[in-house]
């Protein structure tokens, strides 16, 4: 929701209301230029509890300035990857000293499970900080090199790519942030973050927290806003790379504007993962590591588990127990720590999400369970199992983004391998099996990532996709690759 709010400079804090009314730009708070700002909706209760500023094109040019300037002549890039290791390091102590308040705020601004944000708000960003400063100690940014033409050597340097947007999504906004801002920072980039216009609040703890310790001026920039503020930053010319995790719809618009300014960009998009059980798997171990794998964070996950594929030997027995675990899912208030499921975003959510479920119900699914009881008031939708839906129907082959899994039927492994790979996307999965069996079914899974008996990524392995899940590469040394370029200096 957006509005005009008449005063919008006058910073207040109340029980009920969190207004931000400040943009952070060369390490300062400053006033935004346009009057707009977003207005800040709770799911679980639909009271309005903040807002911030919608930023203008004046605000997004200002904060690239500042980073510009702050590459182009600042101390950040030109400083050792020790001297920047020890910033992060510091930095990631201010998150962690901050981070029972940034998870208690993500709770109320999105209706994530305490139980999630817990990890994926309060240590997970804190991790990607220090992982990426210990990479930065040891990344040798300037090398010499054999050369085949002649005799002697050359030189292979590594520089940071310039000025980096980071435009983060809502459903896990603290790590999303700093799995793009550690690496780009390790790399020697200034940044430019843009959250999103449902989470624009709690990256006002990254900004604390940058200030409170004397962070460089300019390296950390915060410009919040809707969709409009996201083109803007993409299409600034003082930007040199950008980095984004939403939509494959917003995804190819941003890889089109990068690729006519021949920038780099890093997409991380939609999913349609698929699980894939092989004969003689162990079924109480399946549905446990579906429990968290295909429902966690409310089913709000782009490498959600939404599509399990069985035998004809286990489809029984796994569709029951599969309908079993979505009944026994505690839905509720996001702030107990028992909640499992909590509210969707938005009304729009709920709306997409019923939709898709109607229509695959009048196609001929059967939907099962839905059943459990939820809060009043909020945006819930209980968890659903929808069987005898076709591979290739709308809702086994589209990004739901909610707590919805599809069970499919298939005759062999080389049927599963066909209905695994029948969607656009390319993410996530995972294989349940013997495990050198579940192996070499996963190397056939055209995917990014792909888990044995469960999915878990590792910060030291790249994380993306292939298809319409996107391009390029989070996590792991090569995304602090993806922020440097190479110059050769021939000897």
Same mark, same amino acid.
């Given at each position: 929701?957006?509005?005009?709010? #008449?005063?919008?400079? +006058?910073?207040?804090?109340?029980?009920?209301? &969190?207004?931000?009314?400040?943009? !952070?730009?060369?390490?300062?708070?400053?006033?935004?230029?346009?009057?707009?700002? %977003?207005?800040?909706?709770?799911?679980?209760?639909?009271?309005?509890? /903040? +807002?911030?500023?919608?930023?203008?094109?004046?605000?997004?040019?200002?904060?690239?300035?500042?980073?510009?300037?702050?590459?182009?002549?600042?101390?950040?890039?030109? @400083?050792?990857?020790?001297?920047?290791?020890?910033?992060?390091?510091?930095?990631?102590?201010?998150?962690?000293?901050?981070?029972?308040?940034?998870?208690?705020?993500?709770?109320?601004?999105?209706?994530?499970?305490?139980?999630?944000?817990?990890?994926?708000?309060?240590?997970?960003?804190?991790?990607?900080?220090? !992982?990426?400063?210990?990479?930065?100690?040891?990344?040798?940014?300037?090398?010499?090199?054999?050369?085949?033409?002649?005799?002697?050597?050359?030189? =292979?340097?590594?520089?940071?790519?310039?000025?980096?947007? =980071? %435009?983060?999504?809502?459903?896990?906004? $603290?790590?999303?942030?700093?799995?793009? @801002?550690?690496?780009?920072?390790?790399?020697?980039?200034?940044?430019?973050?843009?959250?999103?216009?449902?989470?624009?609040?709690? %990256?006002?703890?990254?900004?604390?927290?940058?200030? #409170?310790? /004397?962070?460089?001026?300019?390296?950390?920039?915060?410009?919040?806003?809707?969709?409009?503020?996201?083109?803007? &930053?993409? #299409?600034?010319?003082?930007?040199?790379?950008?980095?984004?995790?939403?939509?494959?719809?917003? /995804?190819?618009?941003?890889? #089109?504007?990068?690729?006519?300014? &021949?920038?780099?960009?890093?997409?991380?998009?939609?999913?349609?993962?698929?699980?894939?059980?092989?004969?003689?798997?162990?079924?109480?171990?399946?549905?446990?590591?579906?429990?968290?794998?295909?429902?966690?964070?409310?089913?709000?996950?782009?490498?959600?588990?939404?599509?399990?594929?069985?035998?004809?030997?286990?489809?029984?027995?796994? =569709?029951?127990? &599969?309908?079993?675990?979505?009944?026994?899912?505690?839905?509720?208030?996001?702030?107990?720590?028992?909640?499992?499921?909590?509210?969707?975003?938005?009304?729009?959510?709920?709306?997409?999400?019923?939709?898709?479920?109607?229509?695959?119900?009048?196609?001929?699914?059967?939907?099962?369970?839905?059943?459990t009881a939820a809060p009043d008031g909020g945006y819930f939708f209980a968890p659903r199992i929808v069987a005898d839906a076709a591979p290739e129907s709308e809702i086994a082959q589209n990004e739901i983004f909610g707590p919805v899994v599809s069970i499919h039927r298939y005759t062999d492994v080389d049927d599963a391998?066909?209905?695994?790979?029948?969607?656009?996307? /390319?993410?996530?999965?995972?294989?349940?099996?013997?495990?050198?069996?579940?192996?070499?079914?996963?190397?056939?899974?055209?995917?990014?990532? %792909?888990?044995?008996?469960?999915?878990?990524?590792?910060?030291?392995?790249?994380?993306?996709?292939?298809?319409?899940?996107?391009?390029?590469?989070?996590?792991?040394?090569?995304?602090? $690759?993806?922020?440097?370029?190479?110059?050769?200096?021939?000897?």
């Amino acid at each position: 929701m957006r509005h005009c709010q #008449s005063d919008c400079y +006058s910073s207040e804090v109340s029980e009920t209301t &969190l207004i931000q009314d400040r943009i !952070f730009i060369d390490g300062e708070w400053a006033a935004p230029h346009s009057a707009e700002v %977003i207005s800040v909706e709770n799911p679980y209760d639909r009271s309005i509890i /903040g +807002s911030a500023p919608d930023g203008s094109a004046e605000d997004v040019d200002r904060a690239v300035r500042a980073a510009r300037a702050a590459f182009d002549h600042g101390p950040w890039p030109r @400083m050792t990857g020790e001297e920047r290791g020890v910033w992060m390091e510091r930095l990631a102590d201010a998150l962690e000293e901050r981070a029972s308040g940034t998870v208690s705020l993500i709770v109320d601004e999105i209706g994530q499970p305490a139980s999630v944000a817990g990890f994926m708000a309060g240590v997970r960003p804190v991790q990607h900080l220090r !992982f990426y400063a210990e990479l930065a100690r040891g990344i040798e940014f300037e090398t010499r090199r054999p050369n085949r033409d002649r005799g002697g050597d050359s030189l =292979l340097r590594r520089e940071p790519v310039g000025v980096a947007a =980071l %435009i983060v999504p809502w459903n896990h906004p $603290q790590s999303s942030t700093s799995i793009k @801002m550690a690496p780009a920072l390790a790399a020697g980039c200034t940044v430019v973050i843009k959250p999103a216009s449902e989470s624009p609040l709690d %990256i006002a703890r990254l900004a604390d927290a940058a200030a #409170s310790i /004397g962070f460089p001026a300019g390296v950390i920039n915060i410009v919040p806003g809707g969709r409009e503020t996201g083109r803007m &930053l993409v #299409s600034h010319p003082g930007i040199d790379k950008v980095a984004f995790t939403g939509s494959t719809a917003a /995804g190819r618009h941003i890889a #089109s504007v990068c690729g006519e300014r &021949l920038i780099p960009a890093t997409l991380e998009l939609g999913g349609k993962s698929a699980a894939i059980v092989l004969e003689g798997s162990d079924i109480a171990q399946t549905l446990a590591a579906l429990r968290a794998g295909s429902f966690g964070n409310t089913g709000q996950n782009c490498i959600a588990l939404t599509r399990v594929l069985a035998p004809a030997s286990l489809y029984d027995e796994l =569709l029951d127990g &599969l309908v079993d675990l979505a009944r026994d899912l505690r839905v509720g208030d996001p702030k107990d720590a028992a909640t499992e499921i909590g509210p969707l975003i938005n009304e729009a959510a709920l709306t997409r999400v019923t939709g898709i479920v109607d229509r695959a119900r009048h196609e001929g699914a059967r939907i099962l369970a839905g059943d459990t009881a939820a809060p009043d008031g909020g945006y819930f939708f209980a968890p659903r199992i929808v069987a005898d839906a076709a591979p290739e129907s709308e809702i086994a082959q589209n990004e739901i983004f909610g707590p919805v899994v599809s069970i499919h039927r298939y005759t062999d492994v080389d049927d599963a391998v066909r209905i695994a790979n029948g969607t656009p996307y /390319g993410l996530g999965g995972a294989v349940f099996g013997e495990p050198e069996r579940a192996v070499e079914v996963a190397r056939r899974i055209r995917t990014g990532s %792909i888990g044995i008996d469960g999915y878990r990524a590792d910060i030291n392995l790249p994380f993306g996709g292939v298809g319409a899940s996107g391009i390029g590469r989070e996590l792991g040394p090569e995304a602090l $690759q993806s922020y440097l370029r190479t110059k050769s200096i021939f000897l």
